[in-house]
């Protein structure tokens, strides 16, 4: 059921957490060490985003076979350094397309997007909630699946101005009420903030004076990383990290 992460801080080389770490999102992609039931391996492709500058657009990197195939990519992460970085390995639900554009990060314009998990009784569960979005949104999908959906929901709310991490706790609340048993871990990053649920999957984070590091699962054994509780929502502005609970958005 796919791991993610993002990093906002000092520039880094994409290596970093590609590819350095005990516990990388590289070994995430073939060992990871709590899906929760949702998969063995991450090997249904992978994509990483990245800010070249603060003041401009992010560059994303996708493709639909397991990072750990990408012979070109350890020399291209660690040429690359940035202060932003978003990234994922994919483990498609059964039936979903194995694309490129159906790996994380979903983009528009600053924003960067990553699901973990799945919705239940795709698609007829949802179909709803599609339904009430423009029907050039659903068009143009990156692919047709549940994360894309649920990234064009999220984008909705944030086009109509609702901070990042309202619009991920609204689409948390209305997709949990219609898909029961969903697994909506969902993360989101404009460069400047990092916001992320969890709703059925594992999460944490590692904070430092000058940024932040959030991650499916730990990049290494630092007793610093913080496992956040299930059912909870986090905010990231470094150096500040809250985490609250998520119950009150689907009661």
């Not at 070994?27 to 990245?50: E, H, K, L």
């Not at 991490?165 to 400047?192: E, F, H, I, Q, Y």
């Not at 956040?228 to 689907?250: F, K, N, R, W, Y």
Request: one cysteine or more; aromatic letters at 6%; a negative charge.
């Amino acid at each position: 059921m796919c791991r993610h992460l993002a990093y906002l801080g000092p520039p880094i080389p994409l290596a970093d957490l590609l590819f350095t770490p005990p516990h990388s999102l590289e070994r995430q992609s073939w060992a990871p060490a709590d899906m929760r039931g949702g998969g063995t391996i991450n090997a249904d492709g992978f994509g990483v985003a990245w800010f070249p500058n603060p003041d401009e657009p992010p560059i994303r990197y996708r493709r639909s076979v397991p990072l750990w195939t990408d012979a070109g990519l350890p020399a291209l992460a660690a040429a690359t350094r940035s202060g932003a970085i978003l990234a994922a390995v994919r483990s498609a639900t059964v039936g979903l397309p194995v694309t490129e554009t159906a790996a994380a990060p979903f983009t528009d314009g600053r924003w960067l997007f990553s699901h973990n998990g799945k919705v239940t009784g795709w698609p007829d569960s949802v179909a709803g909630l599609a339904a009430a979005l423009p029907v050039r949104d659903l068009l143009t999908l990156d692919a047709p699946t549940d994360s894309a959906l649920l990234w064009a929901l999220v984008c909705a709310r944030l086009q109509a101005g609702l901070a990042p991490d309202k619009a991920l706790a609204g689409v948390v609340a209305d997709v949990a009420a219609a898909a029961p048993g969903s697994r909506l871990n969902l993360l989101l990053t404009d460069g400047a903030t990092i916001a992320a649920t969890t709703w059925g999957h594992s999460l944490s984070y590692l904070s430092t004076v000058d940024g932040v590091l959030v991650a499916s699962e730990p990049l290494s054994p630092d007793p610093a990383w913080t496992a956040v509780p299930d059912l909870s929502l986090l905010v990231a502005a470094p150096p500040a990290v809250t985490v609250i609970a998520l119950e009150g958005a689907v009661s």
